[in-house]
């Protein structure tokens, strides 16, 4: 069987370091073309410890881009970028899919909004796909399997790990600033929370912080539940909601993000219960470069291109 190619836009970042090593493993994928301004010229195979060709990093613009006629781009630009490689790759019309990464087309109708666990009975074939947040991810899955059940907005607390910041020097990734910190941003109104909240159809409140560790988020969950619960059956419903998903453990404990860093499955737990069952608490992880942005594209493409949706993914 011929392989199908894929080509990433914005390969120097850190979610496309993640995606490269993933192609790399993949049976029926090839790499075909990797962009990034900063490297062109250079061999990727300098860059990334898995990857063992010969490929160089190429500086391609949108045209450029469509005209490679791809069966899959990916798009892993800061946000705000990707307008203008969707449009010329639209006008060329050749049948390639395109996932991308950044929050520029998760409010938009005519794109699949691609978080397997929780959505992917409604994709239509799009060939689309906006690829979800890392905290808009993890506050999803604490919350989709007790939606109907609560009595008010759900509240959680996200730390992510710096790599969440992207590589474009920031307060947010400036690891001298971060020292024995805690930094608190974007404290009403993040993205994250307005995307969480449309696709799961019900008002979630975050609060982000970024920490020093690199990689890896934990979101803090507090759910008031519209009657009282006893903890067995919250813990049914999580299990239930995911007893099937391979990238999705539900745990007894609280999950801790030192466990998490390069693990492409997010973790569920804690579901500690306030004394009268009204309250409930749940807590996540994942790495926000894997279940947050690249292992959840790959789920993506896997089943954009009727792959097992797990290939290359080590589950
Ligand atoms: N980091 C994370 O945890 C997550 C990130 N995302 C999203 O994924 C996307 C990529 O994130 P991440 O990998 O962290 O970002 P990085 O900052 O690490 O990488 C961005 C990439 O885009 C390229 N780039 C930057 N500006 C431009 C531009 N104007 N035109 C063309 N290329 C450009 C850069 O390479 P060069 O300058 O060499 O061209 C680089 O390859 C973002 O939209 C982010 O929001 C989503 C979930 C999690
Ligand atoms: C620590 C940090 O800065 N994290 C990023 C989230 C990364 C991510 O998932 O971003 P997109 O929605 O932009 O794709 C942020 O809060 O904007």
Redesign the pocket.
Known sequence: MSKKTIGI????????AELIRLIANHPALELAFVS????DGQRLADHNDTYKGELRFTNLDAEAVAAQGMDVVIL????G?AAPYVEAIDKADKGTVVVD???DYRFDERWFYGLPELYRERWRGEKRIS?P??YATAVQLSIAPVKDLLAAPPVSFGVSGY??A???PSDRNDPEKLRDNLMPYSLTGHMHEREASRHLGVPVEFMPHVAPHFRGLTVTTNLYLARPMKRDEVVARFRGAYENEKLVRVLDDAPWVSRIANKHHAEVGAFEMSADGRRVVVVATLD??LK??ATQAMQNVNRALGFDEYTSIPV
């Open positions: 836009v914005g390969a120097r970042g850190h979610t496309g990034s301004r900063e490297l892993a630009l800061p946000n970028k990464l950044s929050a690829n947040g890392c790599s969440g992207g590589t474009t926000n470069l947050g942005a």
